[in-house]
């Protein structure tokens, strides 16, 4: 089966700075990349994806890059605001899958 | 849309006591899914549903979990007997058959076993 391995477990970064974490997969059919943030005590919630025909997909402030060579994407935030601060997980979704594999998480602490 | 709906949200039970744990997924989702999170093995999937059906239950744990999901808009997620080790946050969280890859999550349930 798919295994996702996601690195860092924990990111401190000061307010304003950008935030890389990053992931990597296994299995080479993967076709579909999703990126939640779960702040504490609530639900993770879809923040971007990404499928494996796409390169890098942006949505204001976050992107999300896939190197399908590599088996590795990664999630950037730029310009990191309190309230980025968070836990997120990436996941992987093997072809002809209707399941997600999730990395365990990387808790991103912005300090004011 | 109420978003996908878990009672309760939290649940304090003893050990060996029968837990259910409730889901009312989206309307009109195809698809539902039974996670754990726990911080020493993060999310974990359990089990899941197409139309009603369990597809894969590989991820439940052991017999003492079973799912059922009667009709489109219920499951249940049925722990008997309860152990501590079960203490743990679960979700529960559905998805359309078109866009089946996104899956919406509930506000999951907090269980705690004594």
């Known amino acids: 089966g798919e295994n996702v391995e996601q690195h860092p477990s924990t990111l401190s970064v000061q307010e304003g700075d950008s935030a890389v974490i990053k992931c990597t997969y296994s299995?080479?059919?993967?076709?579909?990349f999703p990126w939640y943030k779960q702040e504490l005590g609530k639900r993770p919630q879809l923040i971007i994806d990404?499928?494996?025909?796409?390169g890098e997909k942006k949505d204001q402030r976050i992107a999300v890059t896939l190197n399908k060579t590599a088996k590795h994407f990664s999630l950037h935030i730029t310009e990191t605001q309190p309230e980025d601060s968070a836990v997120y997980f990436c996941a992987a979704r093997s072809s002809g899958y209707s399941t997600l594999t999730f990395g365990k998480g990387t808790m991103l602490l912005v300090s004011p | 849309d109420a978003g996908v709906i878990q009672s309760p949200r939290h649940e304090v039970t003893e050990m060996g006591q029968e837990v259910t744990l409730r889901c009312k997924p989206i309307s009109g989702h195809d698809y539902l899914f039974w996670y754990r999170q726990t911080m020493m093995r993060g999310l974990e999937l359990l089990i899941y549903?197409?139309?009603?059906?369990?597809?894969?239950d590989s991820g439940m744990p052991e017999d003492r979990f079973s799912a059922k999901m009667p009709n489109a808009s219920f499951s249940t997620l049925k722990i008997q007997p309860s152990e501590p080790r079960d203490s743990a946050v679960y979700f529960c969280?559905?998805?359309?058959?078109?866009?089946?890859?996104?899956?919406?999550f509930g506000p999951g349930t907090r269980l705690t076993v004594l």
């Open positions: 969280a559905s998805s359309p058959i078109q866009g089946r890859n996104t899956q919406y």
């Open positions: 990404i499928r494996s025909n796409v």
């Open positions: 549903f197409n139309n009603n059906v369990p597809i894969d």
């Open positions: 299995d080479s059919a993967s076709n579909y």
